[in-house]
């Protein structure tokens, strides 16, 4: 039986054990959809990401990527997971930026120290909720409509619903219904009061997939948020965002704006590294 090398990383933490976890299978070129689907499903991690050779000369390395039950165009934790994968495996590391071919196309990668960052790929969808989703949304958070401030969608491949509450205080409130929230992905978010948050976060997110359950730290989101709150004024154009609270993680993602890109980064680490047998 073929073996594949593999590693597990945390992502989006610089405390092990504390971001959002990706399984990325090493040179899977040989692997077809219905076995990378297959253990995705098993490793059961929100994605598992498999490196293959690119299909164009203008990107590093090509990248497919994996939840338990469907395959994604994009997602920034996988991307930056697999791009910290793929360069403990290169014997030169390029100058400048890292490309990554995906399903949503090309994504441009920096590094700076022990950080990764990737350009925000622009948003497919963006604009008003409908109310009645609004209302739906609403009281799948168990909360009032009123204590939304806005509402707006932040789609870059997967489909969020960007949802702004008043506080942080709120946003680690909500105890979700996923039964009234099924078939949606919601991010909520929230400002930090330095006074009883503290600094090293501006905002606090939090973000309920459309499978049923909380994801650590979610790249995507982050991404699509910060275009949504930059763009609108409410964020200025560099800040950390804090996720996972809820679930005992300590993830921060770093915003930045830098000319019109916006680049979503955060630390890396290898958690295992071994040998994957399909």
């Keep these: 039986m073929p073996s594949f090398s593999f590693q597990q990383v945390d992502v989006f933490s610089s405390q092990p054990m504390r971001g959002n976890p990706l399984a990325v299978v090493i040179g899977a070129d040989a692997l077809d959809d219905r076995q990378m689907q297959s253990f995705a499903n098993w490793t059961n991690l929100s994605e598992t990401t498999f490196l293959l050779k690119p299909t164009t000369e203008a990107a590093h390395y090509r990248v ?12 920034g934790h996988p991307t930056l997971g697999s791009a910290h994968v793929w360069l403990s495996q290169v014997s030169s590391v390029p100058e400048g930026e ?13 590094r700076d120290g022990q950080s990764l960052a990737f350009a925000a790929p622009p948003l497919v969808r963006s604009g008003a909720v409908e109310p009645v989703l609004i209302e739906r949304i609403a009281k799948g958070l168990g909360i009032p409509t009123t204590m939304i401030e806005d509402a707006n969608w ?3 491949g ?17 105890k979700p219904d996923y039964s009234v929230l099924a078939g949606t992905r919601v991010g909520l978010v929230g400002r930090f009061d330095p006074q009883s948050d503290g600094t090293d976060a501006q905002f606090e997110v939090r973000a309920f997939t459309r499978n049923g359950y909380e994801d650590p730290v979610t790249g995507s989101l982050n991404a699509g948020l910060a275009q949504w709150l930059i ?35 955060g630390e890396v680490a290898t958690c295992i590294s071994g040998t994957l047998t399909l």
């Design 154 to 156: 932040v789609e870059n």
């Design 158 to 174: 997967p489909d969020w619903i960007g949802v702004r509450l008043r506080s942080r205080a709120d946003v680690l409130a909500v």
């Design 64 to 75: 497919r990527i994996f939840t338990p039950t469907q395959e994604l165009p994009f997602a």
């Design 98 to 110: 890292i490309v990554q071919e995906c399903g949503a196309g090309l994504v441009r990668i920096r």
């Design 231 to 265: 763009g609108s004024g409410i964020a200025p154009k560099s800040y950390v965002a804090a996720q996972g609270t809820v679930l005992g993680r300590a993830g921060r993602v770093h915003v930045d704006k830098l000319g019109d890109d916006i680049w979503i980064g």
